[in-house]
């Protein structure tokens, strides 16, 4: 599709922003718009709107996996580790559960987090996971690593404990 490849081509924001609004109007269902009207309200520091746009997209949208990704990723930019996790979370579960698998972003953070959390298993198992989607490839860098297990130290919940485990138990280890 010419208009969705136009939009991370533009040559800035606001022309990006004005394509992906035609497309929204052409195609109000593709994940894809949302997806990056969330990428480009951030990037002008609406958090908001990037946020409304991102759950726009997961209320219309059949493809929700980008948009569950995209959202923790932005959680995570923002400082709110659960929020991210919560996200990242739907999305391993939206992709092992559709055996649909090809976003290694949320099985990656998620991996460092639940070694944080020191959920071993967890962690082995999701990093599994990501080397299936993308083979040979450099994880997270030190300071990368280091910024998810700080905040996970400061920000950890029992809640997070809990999804991850669960996730664990009924998603990963069969």
Partial sequence: ???????PQAGDTEQALRLAEQLRQKH???YFVYYWLGILW?????????RQHLLEGMRL??????????LGDLEWKWGSLPEAVKWWLKSVVV???SQHVTDYVAFLHLSYVAEALGIQAA???LRAWEDRIRT???????QAANELYAAT?????SAMRHAIELLYKHYLST
């Fill in 1 to 7: 599709m010419p208009e969705a490849k136009a939009i």
């Fill in 28 to 30: 109000p269902d593709f």
């Fill in 42 to 50: 951030d990037r002008r520091g609406d958090r908001e709107k990037a």
């Fill in 61 to 70: 949208s059949k493809s929700k996996r980008s948009l569950y990704t995209q």
């Fill in 95 to 97: 992709q092992v559960g």
């Fill in 123 to 125: 962690c082995s198992q």
């Fill in 136 to 142: 040979g490839h450099i994880r997270l860098t030190a």
């Fill in 153 to 157: 130290r400061r920000q950890a919940t």
